[in-house]
């Protein structure tokens, strides 16, 4: 029994053991299952490497050889040219110079000549730059792997072709020498400016014609240029040429390829006096071609669109391009006249609504691309002149406060803002106190530019401006507001950002690219996505104010067939005062048109434009491109949303007030709000009273009166004012009374009395009924006596009232009861019962008007001597030339040297460098 228990015992005992042995801990799980997942990871993903290390292409050498053209199609998908490279030549690594060698390597891959194809040192530091970054932020290239991406594979940023360039690279590194893989790397990348291959590079960049003959500048600028190689062409930007070639310098300080002096000897070195003469090329529309090139450089990194036999989706409409291309070309077809050979210009047409560029017309006269494009190259000295005020000012108003287009600014006198030594000018020197918002940017006043962005904030413009995809400066000042300060722009930037008040407020990045399609089938869509950018009601107000640009503005005179186009004009200045640019960006809901003149060289130096360059110049630009480009095609007009409200105001009210039923049509102007900010107090300047009613006069024989009485049905707190006149004399007021009844005494016995009572408001007088009126007679009186001689009128004058449309003519009268009656050339005729009378209607400029006055007696037989004069109708005046023709108006020279000093001190330029752009 007891051996029994014992080993029940036992068993128990062992059970217990095991049940609590059987208790796992947690950790102990985790671990084992992110061992197992680790090990599954891996496997799997060794697995999927092995695929793609199987299915990796061949390191065929034919490829290593030929490179393949690329075809680019317009919009409807026609091709229009094919990009090949026509400028290529081999070089051998024994004909290589040591300078040349050594800045590649320092700039592309320090440790070249040491490893096997594989830095591991920069690959480990791109894994962590891709974890911390992201896939794709940064690459471990090397020359070798450069090599293998440019002849075998595509730049495409993912894993698998990662895995597939590591193993290549491996596999060429055991074919093939160092010295060979640099030989084929330098003789395949594009350095842009079509050229194939370092040496033909060097030729076309500087005439070089053997590469031992390259400066150390020389061939830090060609190690450069393979990063980027259409930003850094020295033809196009030697500046940003210049700071990548300092790039190049450093790293061969830090590599012990150079010496820290001779380093900053090159640095030291004239870029442009270095570059040989650019050759002409036959390549169709160079222009977009140079914008085709950037953005898939930008995009997609490596590729080649000369080598890499792509085909490119453009959205160029061939018929927008060839058009641009002639107007800046200098033809007998050529409508436009430059008046200048030496200045240069530039026009892009975009699709308002998707953003898609249409055409581009880089410079005057172009001999193909990979030259300086006016266009789209960035460039530190061209500003945006007073086609910026919609958006520093204007627009972020709306967007930010929801000012209206009514909205009051206070155009007094010259404004010295807050930290400014020198004030800011209209360019006119004229001052014409309150103005709408409308008026102040349809004539592009700077005055109320400025003081605006100031209530706005440089840090709300700044905003504003980069919704709408311009590169905005980190400060902004006043100068800025009117265009004169440190924000430059491209004629591209500006019809990007102009498309997004086309278009509702939604911005597109401006693109030329819809899509690439590879050799191998694959095909990579660039087309960017549109993004609401502002407020809807801030792209119509502005857009609607824009429109009176056309109509009441700085180009009242241009004529647009009728197109609905909103635009601004816009003017910068030079050192001398001079007129150095001329803009005119404008759009309809189809095309946006920039249009960009200036750049005037002489001696080196950038100068004013000429006298011989018409200050419309850039406005007939754009009229030639958007008329053309809208032929045939329909261009509807901006609709209005629902978040702005219309309304008709009465002008001169500050803060507005409705126009009431009774406020004159002259004094009426319609204006656009923000829906929820309008405003809803109805103005009574010219309200009018319900006219009193039961007006009666009776003669009251006992005391020898009369008692004038009469009903009034209103609740309104009114006075009555009571007038009578006698036989027909002048109105003469006898009382005002709160009253519905008077008594007129000591009446003129035998006298006709005409009485009239107008009701007046007792809150504000100006208000008033019209008159009611009624007559009587007093009994008794002699016989009437034969009517005695009627006398002419005396002071007999007439002028003519421009601002109201009216003759006024008045003349005094000394004699018995007479009406006048007035007669203008002989004609037209009207009879008063005043000494005086405002004639009305469509006068004829340059015309005289002859006006005669004849009094007559009260029962019309009786005609006294006519009296006449005559008014003269001036002539229309000539519109004044905006402030772009300083020189053709002849200004004195301190007028010149003044409008040199307008600027704020933190500004390279004036803000009276933007004066001229009230055009």
Do not use: C
């Amino acid at each position: 029994m007891t051996d029994k228990m014992s080993r029940a015992a036992r068993r128990n005992k062992k059970t217990t053991k095991k049940k609590t042995s059987g208790k796992r801990p947690i950790w102990k799980t985790i671990l084992f299952t992110i061992l197992f997942i680790g090990l599954a990871a891996g496997i799997v993903g060794g697995a999927v490497g092995i695929y793609w290390i199987a299915t990796a292409p061949d390191l065929d050498p034919d490829k290593l050889n030929v490179p393949l053209s690329s075809t680019l199609n317009d919009k409807y998908g026609e091709p229009f040219t094919t990009l090949e490279l026509e400028n290529r030549e081999q070089v051998k690594y024994e004909d290589l110079p040591q300078v040349l060698i050594d800045a590649v390597v320092a700039t592309e891959d320090a440790r070249f000549f040491e490893h096997k194809g594989i830095d591991l040192r920069r690959l480990g530091g791109a894994i962590v730059a891709n974890i911390t970054d992201g896939f794709g932020s940064q690459g471990a290239s090397t020359i070798t792997h450069q090599v293998v991406e440019n002849f075998f594979l595509s730049n495409e940023k993912q894993i698998k072709l990662k895995v597939q360039e590591q193993w290549l690279a491996l596999q060429l590194e055991r074919k093939y020498s160092k010295e060979e893989i640099l030989e084929m790397y330098l003789n395949k990348i594009f350095y842009g400016n079509n050229s194939y291959g370092v040496v033909a590079a060097a030729k076309s960049y500087f005439g070089v014609e053997d590469l031992n003959d390259l400066t150390l500048a020389q061939a830090a600028i060609l190690a450069g240029l393979p990063q980027r190689p259409t930003a850094y062409n020295p033809f196009r930007d030697p500046e940003l040429t210049a700071y990548r070639m300092n790039t190049v310098l450093d790293l061969m300080v830090r590599h012990g390829k150079v010496t820290e002096e001779e380093a900053n000897e090159a640095r030291e070195v004239d870029i442009i006096a270095m570059l040989a003469e650019p050759e002409e090329s036959s390549t169709k529309y160079g222009a977009f071609i140079d914008k085709v090139a950037d953005e898939i450089s930008e995009k997609l990194e490596g590729i080649n669109i000369y080598t890499d036999g792509l085909k490119i989706n453009t959205t160029l409409d061939t018929n927008a391009q060839e058009r641009v291309e002639l107007l800046l070309t200098d033809t007998e077809a050529n409508p436009l006249n430059y008046g200048s050979d030496n200045v240069q210009g530039a026009i892009v047409v975009t699709d308002t609504k998707t953003g898609a560029i249409q055409a581009i017309g880089g410079r005057r006269n172009s001999t193909g691309s990979q030259e300086l494009n006016y266009a789209i190259d960035k460039r530190p000295n061209l500003q945006p002149g007073s086609t910026i005020k919609p958006i520093m000012s204007y627009g972020p108003a709306i967007e930010y406060d929801k000012i209206s287009t009514y909205h009051q600014i206070n155009d007094d006198a010259p404004y010295q803002g807050p930290g400014m030594e020198k004030p800011i000018n209209n360019i006119t020197r004229t001052y014409s106190g309150w103005v709408s918002a409308r008026t102040a940017l349809s004539q592009s006043l700077n005055v109320p530019a400025v003081k605006l962005f100031e209530e706005v904030g440089a840090d709300r413009a700044k905003s504003f401006g980069e919704q709408l995809g311009l590169d905005m400066p980190d400060n902004l000042y006043a100068s800025d507001a009117i265009g004169g300060g440190s924000l430059t722009v491209t004629p591209l930037e500006m019809a990007s950002a102009f498309s997004v008040f086309g278009n509702g407020g939604v911005y597109t990045e401006p693109y030329a690219v819809e899509s690439v399609e590879f050799p191998d089938g694959s095909t990579v869509e660039l087309r960017p996505d549109s993004e609401p950018a502002i407020e809807d009601y801030t792209a119509y107000m502005i857009t609607d104010m824009l429109k009176t640009v056309f109509t009441d503005g700085t180009w009242a005179s241009g004529s647009m067939g009728g197109l609905p186009v909103a635009g601004k004009t816009g003017t910068t200045n030079v050192d001398d005062g001079s007129a150095g640019d001329r803009w005119f960006i404008g759009y309809t809901t189809n095309y946006t048109v920039s249009t960009w003149v200036g750049e005037n060289i002489v001696d080196g130096k950038r100068v004013g434009l000429p006298d011989s360059v018409d200050w419309t110049i850039a406005q007939q630009m754009f009229r030639e491109t958007m008329l053309h480009v809208s032929e045939g095609i329909d261009t509807a007009d901006f609709q209005q949303p629902d978040s702005v409200v219309k309304l008709a105001i009465e002008r001169g009210t500050n803060p507005p007030e409705l126009a009431s039923d009774h406020t004159p049509a002259a004094q009426k102007v319609t204006e656009l709000f923000v829906r929820g900010s309008e405003p809803t107090t109805t103005s009574e300047k010219f309200d009018q009273l319900d006219a009193v009613n039961g007006l009666n006069a009776t003669y009251n024989e006992d005391d020898h009166s009369i008692h004038v009485e009469w009903d009034y049905n209103t609740d309104s707190d009114v006075s009555f004012a009571v007038s009578a006149s006698v036989d027909g004399g002048s109105m003469q007021e006898l009382a005002t009374t709160e009253d519905m009844s008077l008594d007129i005494s000591e009446v003129e016995a035998g006298a006709k009395y005409t009485i009239q009572v107008v009701a007046i408001s007792n809150e504000n007088n100006s208000i008033t009924s019209e008159p009611a009126s009624t007559s009587i007679t007093v009994p008794g009186g002699d016989e009437e006596e034969e009517e005695e001689n009627i006398p002419p009128v005396s002071s007999l004058s007439a002028t003519y009232v421009e601002d109201q449309g009216i003759i006024d003519v008045s003349w005094n009268y000394d004699g018995p009861p007479a009406a006048f009656e007035v007669t203008v050339n002989g004609g037209q005729t009207q009879t008063v019962q005043s000494q005086g009378i405002e004639i009305s209607g469509t006068f004829s400029p340059g015309e005289t008007y002859s006006i005669s006055v004849t009094p007559i007696g009260q029962e019309g037989d009786v005609r006294g001597d006519s009296q006449s004069t005559s008014v003269s109708i001036p002539q229309a005046e000539e519109p004044e030339e905006p402030e772009e023709e300083p020189v053709e108006e002849a200004p004195e020279p301190e007028e010149d040297e003044d409008e040199g000093e307008e600027a704020p001190p933190e500004e390279d330029e004036t803000p009276d460098e933007e004066e001229q752009s009230d055009e």
